[in-house]
């Protein structure tokens, strides 16, 4: 006659406790994290700024480009002090760009001038939009980089944990746009 053992037990606490205490963070997740943040705050910001003093400016030109302007400041600015505070090589950087400036004036000025159109048309599509959908667009953009450099770029190659990782960003967008589009209906 066999013994039947039963199983021990679960008790939620203690695994919880378990999981608390084997749990680690490198330092590039933590950074992550950390830019999820600015990131986020960048959205809520942005929308404040519109719904606040876009009625003085009436949303004009000249309104969106003095918000990207105080974009630009503050991220370089910060951008900046985390590279002084964060990487090694900083000082290698700039020599290398000193040396190189031919090399580097035109696409960086191109990168720029495509940033700003891309801020640009953010920021105007997020004055008529909530920053619920701006956020779930900008999920988007590693997408997009990442396809744009696979395509445009020759050496460039992608492996199966990248494209899977960009299945998931548009199941997760889609399922997100379908479920927020299923309660707006249930609302109405």
Not at 100 to 122: C, D, H, K, R
Not at 168 to 179: E, H, N, P, S
Request: charge should be negative; hydrophobic fraction near 50%; aromatic fraction near 14%.
């Amino acid at each position: 006659m066999q013994s039947s053992t039963s199983p021990p037990p679960i008790n939620p606490i203690e695994d919880l406790l378990k999981f608390i205490a084997s749990f680690t963070c490198d330092y590039g997740e933590l950074l992550v994290l950390l830019s999820t943040f600015f990131w986020s705050g960048h959205l809520i910001l942005t929308d404040y700024s519109f719904k606040h003093f876009s009625l003085l400016a009436s949303a004009s030109i000249t309104f969106l480009f003095q918000i990207m302007l105080i974009q630009y400041i503050v991220v370089t600015i910060g951008s900046i002090v985390m590279i002084v505070v964060i990487e090694e090589t900083f000082i290698d950087f700039v020599i290398l760009i000193q040396e190189n400036i031919s090399q580097f004036f035109w696409p960086l000025l191109l990168l720029s001038a495509v940033e700003t159109i891309g801020m640009l048309l953010l920021a105007k599509g997020q004055n008529y939009a909530p920053p619920s959908h701006a956020a779930i667009l900008l999920c988007l953009e590693g997408v997009f980089t990442t396809l744009g450099s696979f395509i445009f770029l020759p050496n460039e190659t992608l492996h199966i944990y990248e494209w899977i990782g960009c299945v998931f960003i548009l199941l997760g967008v889609i399922v997100a746009t379908y479920y927020d589009e299923v309660e707006n209906a249930h609302e109405e």
